[in-house]
């Protein structure tokens, strides 16, 4: 095992913040200094297009994998949520930290008002299309926009009065120190987490055996049956950012019950089903309940999503062409 190991890691405070927990754990616990190496990805660069309209997968990993894939790192750490459900070959999860909260949180520009408590055309912001059609479907009412950016940037613009409220991972809040900012953490029943939400992913190259053992003092397997079965609901649905489906799972000794939903883009339509299962059979129960889901409507609503960005594509294309 090289020394000083060296962790790949977007350049965000909050990824910083994730990475450097990491490294104080290696080298507390395995005696093994830790270097930090600072990635830009494509999800860091385009920051003025929501995430469902660049396309593609992996936009907050990719160019990390890649450096992991030419042995200019040795390992990732990564947001969960961010990683497709396909790992590229050559490359591992070796370990998977307890986990933080999963749930997503509202931030309101005056004091005290929740979900419900917010007047009739507030305007909502977030970077992600399953917090938006969830919000949307439990409020028909409210006007939801997009909102890029970090962290700090994204309460900026609410501090700003650019939104009435926005809404955010509570598990970054928690790890950037800024939950008193908090009006309210929404229910799951309101609106699922996204597939590894509040969890991290150590990724190495699948050749590191001896790293792999090392790294196992680190991982947690009540976190990882959940977010395995969370991935294996992702995998059997497809999509990603520009999909808008959750997925949350939570393990209670054997058993992992995991719940999952997929929602419209207009808001007017949310499947969602829960499922139980041995935690052994995390990934397989997930697949089984994105099929459950998928024949009860949810394929319906991907299908026109397909068609929505198809047809949306295809005008793009005839402008450009003009």
């Not at 929740?114 to 299309?129: F, H, M």
Request: net charge positive; charged share 25%.
């Amino acid at each position: 095992m090289r020394h000083p190991l060296k962790i790949g890691t977007r350049r965000s405070r909050l990824a910083l913040w994730q990475a450097d927990h990491v490294k104080a754990l290696i080298e507390d616990r395995l005696k093994v200094p830790c270097t930090l190496v600072r990635i830009t990805t494509l999800g860091d660069r385009v920051l003025d297009t929501p995430l469902a309209r660049i396309g593609g997968k992996g936009l907050f990993v990719k160019e990390i994998e890649e450096a992991l894939l030419r042995g200019e790192i040795d390992l990732a750490v990564h947001s969960l949520k961010d990683v497709p459900a396909e790992i590229p070959a050559g490359l591992m999860l070796s370990a998977v930290p307890p986990r933080e909260d999963p749930r997503d949180a509202l931030l309101s520009a005056e004091p005290g008002l929740g979900l419900d408590a917010l007047p009739r055309g507030a305007c909502v912001g977030t970077s992600s299309l399953r917090r938006a059609c969830q919000v949307r479907f439990y409020r028909r009412d409210l006007i939801i926009r997009p909102l890029r950016g970090n962290v700090e940037t994204r309460i900026r613009k609410l501090q700003e009065g650019g939104f009435d409220a926005v809404l955010l991972a509570m598990a970054g809040l928690k790890r950037l120190a800024l939950s008193h900012l908090v009006q309210e953490i929404l229910s799951p029943d309101i609106c699922l987490p996204a597939v590894g939400q509040g969890a991290l992913g150590l990724e190495i190259r699948a050749a590191d055996a001896r790293l792999h053992e090392a790294l196992q003092c680190l991982h947690d397997p009540a976190t990882a049956a959940a977010v395995a079965g969370e991935r294996g609901f992702l995998a059997a649905v497809g999509g990603g950012c520009q999909v808008p489906i959750g997925c949350h799972g939570e393990v209670s000794g054997p058993v992992l019950r995991l719940t999952g939903v997929i929602a419209s883009l207009d808001g007017s339509a949310c499947v969602r089903k829960s499922s139980a299962g041995p935690v052994a059979q995390a990934a397989p129960l997930g697949r089984s309940l994105a099929e459950e889901i998928l024949a009860a409507g949810g394929g319906r609503i991907l299908a026109e999503i397909e068609k929505t960005a198809g047809a949306a594509a295809g005008a793009a294309d005839t402008r450009g062409r003009v």
